[in-house]
């Protein structure tokens, strides 16, 4: 996604030995894919709220 992804891993290896990892993960150029994805989201979503008021209003 747009913002950094954190991921926490735990393991219990044996009684004496426990393992931990931390992960971030942020992209560093993704020639837009990511702001396109989230403009047509966000367009498919007003287009259905906008469908959603005109049903709304039909049958009132």
């Not at 991921?7 to 931390?22: F, I, K, R, W, Y």
Request: aromatic share 8%; proline share 3%; glycine share 4%.
């Amino acid at each position: 996604g747009r913002y950094p992804t954190l991921s926490l891993q735990a393991n219990n290896l044996n009684d004496e030995l426990n393992q931990g990892s931390v992960r971030l993960q942020q992209p560093l150029w993704t020639f837009g894919k990511i702001n396109n994805a989230i403009q047509r989201a966000e367009a498919n979503y007003t287009a259905e709220q906008w469908a959603l008021l005109q049903v709304q209003r039909q049958l009132i």
